[in-house]
C-alpha cells in the first residue's frame, strides 16, 4: 500500500523553516505548511495499465473512487473512500456540444496588449444550429457544465469531498476552526459543505463590491456554524487575511484550517472530473484540449494533475480575465502579480497574485513564493509546451456570450472566458483544431442574474438550491479592510464554539 507524503513548496528556500513532509491526513488539517508554503505530494501516482479502458461507462462516483484511492489508500480504507464518493456525488455532468470555433482571422496574443476592438476581429462561429447533446453529437467542442452541483458552483465537487474526508479524520472531541476567502463561489460551496458539523466553524471572508447580489446572499444565508464577513477591500486583501492568520501565533490556540485551494484537499478532487470529462468524450485514449477558465488556478491545477497521472491531454488552455499574470507569464516568461486586483464581470476570477502558481512553479522545477516573488524560474519551455494562456477583456466577455446567445447557448461571463480563450487560442495554433476540446463552464448562469439581464436581457432559469436560499436569514458581519479587526472578531467568536 503505497503512502504518499505531502511536503512545502518553499522547499527551496535556504531560509525557510525545515518541513517535515507530513501525511494526507495532517495537510488537510493544517492547510498551509509551516514555513508558509502549499503542500504537495511527494510523487504524482500513475495510472495502472488498462485503467481508463475499465472506468469507461462507470458513474462519477467510481470514477471517483478509483482517482482519488491513488493518493488515499495508505489513509483512507477502500470502503469508507467509496461511501465518501458516493455521499459527495449525486449531480450530473450535463456535455453540450458546441459549433466549431473560427480557425482564421483576428487574434488573441498577449504581446503587445491588444485593444478590445482589436480582440473581437476574429469572425463569429457558424450560426448553423446550436449542436446537440452529449449522445449522438458529431462535434469537436464541448461545453462541460460543472454547475448542478447543491451551491451551483464547480467548487462544490472538492468542497464536498474535502468535508467529508476531514469528516472521517476528525475525533468526536477535537475542534476545528476553518478560514475561507472567497470572490464569490467558494465560499458558498464550503459553507454549504461543512455546515453542520459538530466541532467545525466556518469564517468566510469576502470582498463586498466584488460578488454577485446572488452570490452574497448564498453566503450570507448559510448559518449555523458558519459566519460570513462582509470585507470593505479586494479578493486578495481577504486572502491575505487568511494566510497571515496561519503565522500568526494569537491563532496557536485554535486548530486552523483553510479550505481554500491552498489546501490540498481542494486540488485532489478536482484532478477527477478531467478524468471524468475525457471518457465523456474520447475514443481509444486520444489526446483532448481542455480548457479552463481560472483565477487562482486550482482548478486548471486539477488537470495538469490529471496528465502528468497519464490522461492524454494535448493541450490545457488557461483563460482569464484582465488580472493577466499567469497568462502574461506564459507568454514571456516574466511574472509580475497584479496589485491590486482588478474588478471584472467575470468577479470569481478577479485574483491578481493567485495562490496556486506556487504549486505550478513546483511541478515545473521553479519557487514562487505568497507574495509573488519568484525565486527559482520554472522549466518554463516545457511550460509553454503543455500550457496556454490567454486573457480576456470584460468587452469580449460580453460580445462573446452575445454570440453564443444568438445559438442557444447560455454563457455567464466565467464560462465565455473559457470559450474566448479556447478560440484564440485556435486562431493562433489552427494546426490543434482537429483534437477534440471541452470547455469547462464554471458556474450556473442564475448566480449571476442581473448580469445575464443586462449583457443578455434573459433571465435564467434558478435551480431549486439556490430558489430555496434565498428565503433564509442572513448570518453577516461587515468589518472594514483590517487585519486587527477581523482577527478580533474571529478569536472572540471562536470562543463560543
Partial sequence: MQQIWYYSTNQKLNFAKKQVPVSLQTALFQGLADDEGLFMPSEIPTFPPDFLKNLSNKPYAEVAFQVLRLFTQAEIPDNQLLSICRSAYNFPIPMENLPPAPSEGGGGSLTPDPSPKEREEIPPPPSEGAGGRLEGAGGKLWLARLDQGPTASFKDFAARFMARAMQYFQK??????????????????????????????VFILYPIQEVSPIQKKQLDTIGDNVQAIAIDGKFDDCQNFVKQAFGDSDFAALRLSSANSINIGRVLPQVVYYVYMYLQVAENEEEIIFCVPSGNLGNSLGCEVARRMGLPIKKLIIGSNENKAFPVFLQSGDYQKISPSINCISNAMNVGNPSNLARYFELFGGMVDKNGIVHHQPDWATMQKHLAGYYVSDEATRQTMHRYWQQGILLEPHGAVGVKAYEDFIVQNPDYQDFKAIIVETAHPAKFTEMMQEILQVKPEMPQALANMLTRPEKVVYLPNDYGTIKNFILESSNSL
Fill in 172 to 201: 468526536p472531541d477535537e475542534k476545528l476552526t476553518i478560514l475561507v476567502a472567497t470572490s464569490g463561489d467558494t465560499g458558498g460551496a464550503v459553507g454549504e459543505a461543512f455546515k453542520g458539523l459538530a466541532g467545525t466553524q
